[in-house]
């Protein structure tokens, strides 16, 4: 069964300008959540999808939105760049024995 | 909200010692998980443990919920067995899908 897959790993942006990250969750599971990881702040979470449907949200500003698609892949995008989201996002899907996560991406912003 | 917090916040150790790293949590959850995050950024799930105890090879696991802890025992670690251990906890009256983690514990195994 393949795992949970975060592309892109790598980004580099400007500030002010917008970024999508995609992340396709483990066949069956129909939970995706997205977590910010900085040195600061520590693993953050940003929001949760289940069918297609936004369940929780974290404490983030309305910068940060995300979707999901009927095939559970979800992306995140994060409107008018500012340097402290250069961070570690990382996705998850949830099933039955719990939280499986990607590889992560991590933005750069500059 | 729930707290969660994990001691020690660091830890040195000589190849073959044996660790056991802390998780205290301030309310009821409905999942508890380890993970190892490696060097590339990566969380690898090591246990899901809600209650009760588990053990996969040199590492174990232990949660009492009923006291709102959790414990991970490291046996004769290696070098592969550094970096940041992470114990992250689902809240029993969420409606799923949103772990809360503890701010880890770096491991550090020196051969």
């Known amino acids: 069964k393949a795992g949970v897959t975060q592309t892109p790993r790598y980004l580099i942006k400007t500030r002010g300008q917008q970024v999508t990250l995609s992340c396709s969750p483990i066949s069956g599971h129909r939970s995706v959540s997205w977590y910010q990881q900085t040195p600061g702040q520590g693993l953050q979470f940003l929001f949760e999808?289940?069918?297609?449907?936004?369940?929780n949200k974290g404490n983030f500003p309305g910068r940060f939105s995300g979707r999901q698609f009927s095939n559970s892949r979800s992306e995140m995008n994060v409107s008018t760049l500012e340097l402290g989201d250069s961070a570690l996002y990382l996705c998850?899907?949830?099933?039955?024995?719990?939280?499986?996560f990607g590889s992560g991406t991590r933005l750069t912003v500059v | 909200g729930i707290q969660v917090e994990q001691s020690p916040p660091d830890l040195i150790l000589q190849e073959g010692a044996n660790s056991t790293l802390r998780c205290n949590f301030s309310?009821?959850?409905?999942?508890l998980q380890w993970f190892h995050q490696n060097p590339w950024g990566q969380l690898i799930n090591l246990f899901y443990i809600p209650s009760g105890t588990k053990q996969n090879g040199r590492l174990s696991a232990t949660t009492v919920a009923t006291e709102r802890y959790s414990l991970l025992y490291i046996s004769s670690s290696q070098t592969t067995d550094s970096g940041v251990y992470f114990c992250a906890v689902d809240m029993i009256y969420n409606q799923g899908g949103k772990l809360i983690f503890g701010q880890g514990t770096e491991l550090s195994v020196k051969p």
């Open positions: 998850a899907s949830s099933g039955e024995t719990g939280f499986y």
């Open positions: 999808y289940f069918s297609e449907t936004q369940r």
């Open positions: 309310d009821s959850v409905n999942n």
